[in-house]
């Protein structure tokens, strides 16, 4: 009987058991549309003709049509992109609520929804908008009240009319698209207008507000923050905005902000977070007068990046005993940070990094700040020892104190706290033994580098820790093998006193991504792991090593390999397994043999540097083919580790808030490299800074391959102190990025060509000590250069005024210069030839006279 009655009932109003057929075929056909885009499906739907019941709908019960559709993060990794036309969904007609969120699909405009006149919540975030005029589409959507499009891939200019008609509007989030212009002042003119979002995208010029704007006085959250804002915004313009409880107008550099309001108006808002991080804040924010003192429910204080100068300011631990977030880093802050203690605080987050403050942590900092989550005070001229009883601190996830003047040896405790994620003290004056005799260590992050800890490290080394950085201490004796059964992927003791071998132990490392053992004194050979490590980043410069196991070095991801000064001696066969390489540096060691042209396989390059070893043979001519640095920004060291974001869950914070963003990426100790005549450092982002190529010191022979010249994004070529022979090649004029050339002490002949004055980035050239002839180049670049470049070529001659060269010896290259006391001692030679010339003649004539005949009479008539 039932399924009669069903049929009659579909029969009569075209439904289908508690769903209206044209309802449910428009869902099946979304359906379809997410199994050919590899989408996931709700296992609900298609179950039964009651689409009502089916995982994300939502019917209303007195007509039975869909009012509420939830169809979120559907996407698969790896999946194709999710071509929808909204239009699908205009059967809905009593549709209310659309969420269509984190589905990362490809959207026509929204012109297929305009005959929902019952929609009032939209959602399309993490999705892609291909058509045009999405935002003038959404201008008719009259019915919205909430509109979600964060990083929907929105470009172009907003009309001032497009959100004209959209009056019952409260909500509108419109954060990381791509939005340009002005902003359109008819926003503010929205009477129900609660939440306004542009942040992240490209708006400039002014914000369009001013004394005498009716802004809504429903506003609550204001947030206009990275984009190119600039004029000025004051905050009295806001004197009306009742319900205001947050303002986040940051990374907007030329964007003045003034807190002052008139004298005897207090503000009808109270604030609950204001981020102000990276604009042009008045600096009366910080002296005074201003309205913040005010606010009395201000949980969330973003004040960072302002170069504000001054103490900090008494009403931030006075008036505001609910603030939780507290970010002052990187201004020009000085004085005192004592008063920070003097008042039991419920912050949980503290930036105070980058400024000039002195003073003390306080003894009890754990009765000072019971709910402390992060303490980030580095760069500094904080002062005394480490308080203990930071360990008491229950939830404390991050302690950064570096680059301060701490003194003393660290708690033990801070080792072992059981929340503690982040430590990072490097850069003090702390000592004692490394990590104070603990050998069970919790904390995930630890930088202890640039200290004075002495002594061995630690044996029975366990826990559970990712990063490790030791650099720059005291430390001695030998690894012990238990580092190797961590779960290391950063570990650093560059620039100690370390002794021992390398055992093969290190291959049980295979998580290990950065390694820097430089600058210790390791000895013996590199174990041959098989393959097993997974490095990026692997640093033994500046050690006594010989032995290079060819099996430690075949990993493919190898990014950044700097053998130098060692004693290694092999051929260079291996070189061509590092597929990935960009920083190769293995000078200062014995290697011998020739270069492959295997080496021209590897297209990642932006540092060869094979100086002062033994190789030898001709320079393959495919070195030209290299495509020195056009993968610079294709990696990044920094990426290998991600931010570290804290702000959600927190008892006082809501997901709307901004999270507290911990910068954990781990800092290269960067690389030397020999250009210009000296040694630069680069450290940071350095694959984007330096490109070249040094094989000076070795015995390379035949002639400079003039493919080299296509080298065009090349900075430094240093050949000198080889056999190189023949001329030099024109096509060098092609390297146009090349500011360093040194191609001296070798047997070029022939002239210097002409067409290397066009190297308009050349600061350093030498071609000294060859067998070069003709005119020197007084054009360009060459025009700045000294004699000194030209030195030891006999044949080259000075350009006179009339672009000829110089007759006579008198613009002549200056021979090679010859020691100081080489005058005289050719001086004493010729006295010494003409003198044996004279004897020799003396005696000749002698024996010739009384030896010969016609000698003998002659002498008898004198």
């Not at 129900?192 to 959250?221: C, K, V, W």
């Not at 012990?480 to 370390?498: E, G, H, I, K, R």
């Not at 210790?520 to 090593?545: H, I, K, W």
């Not at 030209?790 to 010859?818: D, E, F, T, W």
Request: hydrophobic share 40%; glycine share 8%.
């Amino acid at each position: 009987m039932l399924w009669i009655l069903c049929i009659m009932l579909q029969s009569m109003f075209h439904m289908a058991c508690g769903c209206v057929a044209e309802e449910r075929d428009a869902l099946m056909h979304v359906r379809s549309s997410l199994i050919k885009a590899n989408y996931l499906v709700p296992d609900s739907w298609g179950q039964g003709d009651d689409c009502c019941s089916w995982e994300g709908v939502t019917c209303d019960d007195k007509v039975a049509r869909v009012s509420a559709l939830v169809l979120n993060n559907m996407h698969v990794a790896g999946s194709g992109c999710w071509i929808l036309n909204l239009a699908v969904f205009s059967p809905l007609h009593e549709l209310q609520l659309l969420d269509l969120s984190l589905n990362y699909a490809c959207l026509q405009n929204l012109d297929g929804l305009q005959g929902l006149t019952k929609l009032r919540y939209l959602n399309l975030s993490e999705n892609s908008f291909v058509g045009n005029d999405t935002i003038g589409s959404l201008g008719k959507l009259a019915s919205l009240q909430v509109i979600h499009l964060v990083s929907s891939n929105i470009s172009g200019t907003v009309p001032n009319t497009a959100f004209k008609n959209l009056k019952n509007m409260r909500e509108l989030h419109l954060r990381s698209n791509q939005l340009s212009g002005s902003i359109p002042s008819s926003l503010f003119e929205l009477p129900r207008l609660e939440y306004l979002d542009l942040s992240e995208n490209l708006f400039q010029g002014h914000i369009p507000m001013s004394s005498f704007a009716d802004i809504s006085s429903a506003l609550r959250t204001l947030k206009l923050s990275g984009n190119n804002l600039s004029g000025a915004f004051h905050f009295f313009w806001l004197r009306n905005c009742t319900m205001l409880e947050k303002i986040d107008l940051s990374g907007n550099s030329d964007l003045s902000i003034d807190v002052k309001f008139h004298r005897r108006l207090v503000p009808p808002f109270q604030l609950r977070s204001l981020v102000l991080s990276g604009c042009n804040v008045d600096n009366s924010i910080i002296v005074g007068p201003n309205f913040l003192g005010t606010q009395c429910h201000l949980q969330i204080l973003d004040l960072s990046h302002n170069n504000l100068t001054g103490s900090i300011p008494d009403w931030i631990f006075t008036n505001v005993a609910t603030l939780v977030y507290l970010n002052i880093a990187s201004n020009s802050l000085v004085g005192s940070i004592d008063p920070m203690w003097q008042h039991r605080s419920a912050l949980q987050m503290i930036n105070v990094s980058n400024n000039y403050f002195v003073g003390q942590l306080p003894a009890n900092i754990s009765s000072v700040f019971p709910d402390l989550e992060v303490l980030v005070a580095s760069n500094n001229i904080i002062s005394g020892y480490l308080p203990p009883s930071l360990c008491n601190t229950s939830n404390i996830i991050i302690v950064d104190l570096s680059n301060n003047k701490f003194t003393g040896e660290v708690p033990t405790c801070y080792f072992s706290v059981p929340s503690l994620a982040i430590l990072k003290l490097s850069n003090n004056n702390l000592g004692g033994s490394m990590f104070g005799g603990v050998s069970d260590i919790s904390v995930s992050a630890i930088y202890l580098g640039s200290n004075k800890f002495e002594g061995t490290l630690p044996s029975n080394l366990s826990g559970n820790p990712v990063i490790m950085d030791l650099h720059d201490n005291k430390l001695s004796g030998k690894i012990d093998t238990s580092f190797w059964d961590l779960s290391l992927q950063v570990l650093s003791v560059a620039s100690n006193n370390l002794t021992g071998e390398i055992y093969p132990a290190i291959c049980k490392l295979t998580t290990l991504q950065i390694l820097d053992m430089s600058d210790n004194n390791f000895v013996g050979s590199t174990p041959n792991c098989a393959d097993e490590l997974q490095l990026y980043f692997l640093n033994m410069s500046r050690n006594s090593l010989s032995g290079l196991s060819h099996g430690f070095l075949n990993s493919s991801h190898i990014t950044v390999l700097d053998l130098r000064y060692n004693q290694f001696i092999s051929s260079l066969g291996w070189i061509h397994n590092l597929s990935q390489v960009r920083l190769l540096l293995l000078g200062g060691n014995r290697f011998r043999g020739q270069i492959s042209e295997n080496i021209c396989h590897l297209q990642y390059f932006n540092i060869i540097d094979l100086s002062d070893n033994r190789i030898s043979g001709s320079l393959p001519p495919c070195i030209g083919d290299i495509s020195f640095g056009y993968h610079a920004d294709d990696l990044d060291f920094q990426t290998l580790f991600d931010f570290v974001s804290l702000g959600t869950g927190f008892s006082s914070t809501d997901n709307d808030d901004p999270a507290f963003t911990y910068d954990i990426l781990y800092d290269l100790q960067g690389f030397t490299f020999s250009t210009k005549g000296n040694v630069y450092a680069y450290s940071r982002n350095f694959f984007n800074l330096m490109f070249g190529i040094d094989l000076s010191g070795n015995m390379l022979s035949g002639e400079i391959p003039w493919e080299i010249g296509n080298l065009s994004r090349v900075k430094s070529l240093n050949l000198s102190n080889n056999h190189f022979s023949g001329r030099i090649p024109s096509t060098l004029a092609n390297m146009s990025a090349i500011e360093s050339l040194d191609i001296s002490h070798n047997e070029l002949d022939g002239p210097i060509p002409p067409q290397l004055s066009q190297l308009w980035s050349l600061e350093v050239f030498s071609v000294a000590y060859n067998n070069l002839s003709g005119c020197i180049p007084d054009s360009g670049q060459f025009a700045s250069f000294s004699m000194d470049s030209y030195i030891g070529n006999k044949n080259l001659q000075n350009m006179s005024l009339g672009n000829a060269c110089s007759a006579g010896s008198s613009g002549r290259v200056a021979p090679a210069p010859v020691p100081e006391d080489a005058d005289d001692a050719s001086d004493d030679l010729i006295l010494y030839v003409v003198s044996a010339s004279f004897v020799l003649a003396f005696w000749a004539t002698v024996a010739f006279s009384f030896c010969h005949p016609y000698g003998r009479s002659v002498m008898l008539k004198l």
